[in-house]
């Protein structure tokens, strides 16, 4: 099985050294951090062999974690066992970079004892072995959490800088929406989502704390907690519900910027934070009800019989007549063996794209509580399948943009505080927009 294990920092000196054969020698360590680690070229596999010797290694930041045997073992299962193993080590010590390592080679050689017996993995599970090893590890900070340790004890604020001025202090607000659906040939929603984001553009002068409100009511689920993933330098909850009466909304999740004060968000049900100088987005939501689906579209396509195919679409807009709707563009699927199309359409303008497959019907705007609706004659060539479509079922997709929101989000104050300048809210120049688009937005023919 296997015959050592190895790990390596990222100038190739070994951290950990475990022999359990004879036939694996100080020479292995040496030959995979010429051939591997050293190398000239990208090495792209990760499995090397040399010398009728197979190295199996996978990467860790700048750690390389390598298995070595010279029999012919199960791949699969090394790998498996490299992959349980840095999990392992991260459940001790957390973040593996080669500090942590030389902290805790005691630890991670008793580790190691315990799970491999003479190479044959034994024991992987961490619950199991916190139960036998339950010695605790050093857990080295990481430059992310030195920098949130620097910040909460001076007060320092790491994404804006003392010292902006602006003539003229200005704030953008934009609620951005992508907007997904798919309903039935009958007009039944069988899934649908809405995936929005809020992004600001921040004119400031001095070092301001925005106060941001939206519709009436907010409950949090008290057991979610904030995340700390170092990717996005975010702050995350999970909620139940917004609002439960007219006015509110229900998000099933949202993720906030880092400079939003999450324990006021808490206790006050408000947005606080002071904004990063520019565009910024200070948050991102998700939400599967009650959502306003801007448009209904109609499909009816009927067979004249084996060689010509009827197909009428209606387009129905579900908003306000005040309300226009631009960059609509509705794509009607073909059968392959579409052979011509005769098209009529009162509104916008429609052609047949022969590449897609597929009618291309645009239009540059339409008002709330209108219908529109085109016509086609397919002519088809003879086949002697009868499901032109194949087992696929054919959707129609639509494109648009609408200025509200479908979540049904709602801005209901925005409010600046800055008393070292002595300009307050009213001094300030606030714009809101809001913006729809369609994401996947299909209904599929029959």
């Not at 070229?41 to 298995?67: D, K």
């Not at 949130?148 to 951005?176: H, M």
């Not at 070292?420 to 937005?441: A, E, P």
Request: charged fraction near 25%; hydrophobic fraction near 40%; charge should be positive.
């Amino acid at each position: 099985m296997i015959g050592g294990v190895f790990i390596y920092n990222h100038k190739g000196e070994a951290l950990i050294s475990r022999v359990f054969r004879d036939n694996v020698g100080r020479s292995a360590l040496d030959a995979f951090r010429v051939s591997v680690i050293h190398a000239r070229q990208q090495v792209r596999s990760p499995v090397t062999n040399i010398a009728r010797t197979s190295f199996f290694h996978v990467r860790r930041g700048s750690l390389w974690i390598a298995a070595v045997t010279k029999q012919n073992v199960n791949a699969a299962l090394v790998f498996e066992f490299l992959s349980k193993f840095a999990g392992i080590l991260e459940a001790y010590f957390g973040v593996l970079v080669e500090e942590s390592i030389k902290n805790n080679f005691v630890l991670i050689y008793e580790l190691i004892d315990e799970i491999l017996d003479f190479g044959y993995p034994q024991r992987t599970e961490t619950s199991a072995l916190k139960a036998v090893i339950t010695q605790q590890g050093i857990k080295s900070q990481t430059q992310e959490e030195q920098k949130q340790i620097t910040s909460q004890v001076t007060g320092q604020i790491g994404w804006r800088r003392e010292g902006i001025k602006y003539r003229k202090n200005e704030l953008f607000l934009d609620v951005l929406e992508g907007v997904n659906l798919l309903m039935s040939a009958q007009g039944q929603v069988l899934s649908a989502h809405v995936s929005g984001r809020i992004v600001m553009k921040s004119y400031l002068s001095g070092m301001p704390e925005c106060k941001f409100g939206m519709n009436d009511k907010l409950m949090v689920d008290k057991g979610a907690k904030p995340s700390t993933q170092e990717a996005a330098a975010m702050e995350s909850f999970h909620s139940k519900k917004i609002g439960g009466k007219p006015g509110g909304i229900a998000i099933d999740a949202c993720t906030f910027h880092q400079c939003v004060k999450l324990s006021k968000f808490e206790t006050e049900r408000s947005i606080s934070f002071i904004p990063p100088d520019g565009e910024f987005e200070l948050m991102k939501y998700r939400t599967t009800s009650d959502i306003s689906l801007p448009f209904r579209v109609i499909p009816l396509v009927r067979e004249v019989g084996r060689t010509k195919q009827e197909v009428k679409v209606v387009i129905k807009s579900n908003f306000k007549p005040t309300i226009f709707a631009q960059k609509i563009e509705i794509r009607i699927p073909t059968p392959p063996n579409t052979a011509g199309v005769q098209l009529l359409c009162l509104k916008g303008r429609a052609k047949f794209k022969a590449s897609d497959n597929a009618i291309v019907w645009r239009m540059k705007r339409m008002s709330g509580m209108k219908e529109s609706q085109i016509s086609a004659e397919v002519d088809l060539l003879p086949s002697a399948s009868e499901k032109t479509h194949g087992g696929a079922k054919p959707t129609i997709s639509m494109n648009f943009e609408v200025p509200f929101a479908c979540s049904g989000l709602k801005v209901r104050y925005l409010k600046v505080f800055e008393p070292k300048l002595n300009y307050s809210d009213h001094d300030t120049v606030k714009w809101v927009r809001y913006i729809s688009k369609s994401g996947l937005y299909e209904t599929r023919c029959a």
